[in-house]
C-alpha cells in the first residue's frame, strides 16, 4: 500500500474537561497518514482515481470545527471512523496534538492507527 498524508492540519474546536475548556476554541493539529494505491491515479492522472487529500481535510476541518468532545481519545476515533468509512480508506494512522494543554509541553495527545472492518 501507498500512504497518502496530511500534516499539521490545525483546527479550531472545543475540546477539554474543564469548564474553561468548554467555553473557548483550542487549536488541534492532526497529522494523518492514509493507506492506498495510487497506481490508477498515476497512470490516468485523475484526481478521480485517487484519495483527493483536499476532500479529506475539508471534511475534516468541517467535522472537527463543530465538534465538542471532551476527550482527545473519542474524537481521534471519531476521525478515523470518518477517514475509512467515507473516504474507503483501508489504513489509517492518526496523530492528534493538542497544544498547550500541558505547561512545559511542545504538545500532548494521542496516536492511534485503525483498519477497515476493525471493531474497537
Given at each position: 500500500?501507498?500512504?497518502i498524508y496530511?500534516?499539521?492540519l490545525k483546527i479550531d474546536t472545543v475540546i477539554g474537561i474543564y469548564d474553561w475548556e468548554r467555553r473557548i476554541k483550542q487549536t488541534v493539529s492532526l497529522d494523518l497518514e492514509m493507506a492506498t494505491d495510487i497506481r490508477k491515479a498515476a497512470a490516468?492522472?485523475?484526481i478521480e482515481d485517487t484519495l483527493d487529500y483536499k476532500a479529506v481535510s475539508k471534511r475534516l476541518i468541517q467535522f472537527v470545527g463543530e465538534s465538542?468532545?471532551?476527550l482527545v481519545e473519542t474524537l481521534a476515533e471519531r476521525i478515523c471512523e470518518i477517514v475509512i468509512s467515507e473516504f474507503q480508506v483501508p489504513?489509517?494512522?492518526l496523530c492528534l496534538n493538542k497544544k498547550g494543554a500541558v505547561r512545559f509541553a511542545d504538545g500532548v495527545g494521542v496516536i492511534i492507527e485503525r483498519r477497515a472492518g476493525e471493531d474497537a
Amino acid at each position: 500500500m501507498d500512504i497518502i498524508y496530511l500534516r499539521d492540519l490545525k483546527i479550531d474546536t472545543v475540546i477539554g474537561i474543564y469548564d474553561w475548556e468548554r467555553r473557548i476554541k483550542q487549536t488541534v493539529s492532526l497529522d494523518l497518514e492514509m493507506a492506498t494505491d495510487i497506481r490508477k491515479a498515476a497512470a490516468s492522472d485523475a484526481i478521480e482515481d485517487t484519495l483527493d487529500y483536499k476532500a479529506v481535510s475539508k471534511r475534516l476541518i468541517q467535522f472537527v470545527g463543530e465538534s465538542q468532545f471532551q476527550l482527545v481519545e473519542t474524537l481521534a476515533e471519531r476521525i478515523c471512523e470518518i477517514v475509512i468509512s467515507e473516504f474507503q480508506v483501508p489504513w489509517v494512522r492518526l496523530c492528534l496534538n493538542k497544544k498547550g494543554a500541558v505547561r512545559f509541553a511542545d504538545g500532548v495527545g494521542v496516536i492511534i492507527e485503525r483498519r477497515a472492518g476493525e471493531d474497537a
